[in-house]
């Protein structure tokens, strides 16, 4: 499975970004698809993701700002996030987990900074 992150850029803050994971495969068979993001001198950490049977899960720091979304082919998933905050500024990374394996892209640079 190879996927590729799109759509980071440098923003001020309370403005929108939206972020592209394209995946080589359909997205339906993942146990897990979704977003992390590592800020510099922190850990990587979860951000939304879709969990298999069709749940969708939020970190509770981008609750009602941030949306994950998937296109109806099933091989796209989408971040968007609104109300941008400096806290927001990191790497982001497309993620997905299939039959016990784990699946990183490349990552996305996203700055909030006025």
């Known amino acids: 499975v190879q996927l590729q992150a799109s759509g980071g850029g440098l923003v001020q803050p309370g403005g929108s970004l939206r972020l592209s994971c394209a995946a080589s495969?359909?997205?339906?068979?993942?146990?897990?698809v979704g977003w992390y993001r590592q800020a510099p001198g922190k850990q990587r950490e979860f951000v939304a993701a879709?969990?298999?049977?069709?749940?969708?899960r939020y970190a509770d720091s981008v609750k009602g700002r941030f949306t994950i979304t998937k296109d109806h082919t099933e091989t796209s998933v989408y971040l968007q996030m609104n109300s941008l905050q400096t806290e927001d500024t990191a790497v982001y990374y497309c993620?997905?987990?299939?039959?016990?394996?784990?699946?990183w892209g490349q990552g996305t640079q996203v700055t909030v900074s006025s």
């Open positions: 993620h997905a987990q299939q039959y016990g394996k784990l699946y």
């Open positions: 495969e359909s997205v339906i068979t993942f146990n897990l």
């Open positions: 879709f969990i298999s049977g069709g749940v969708i």
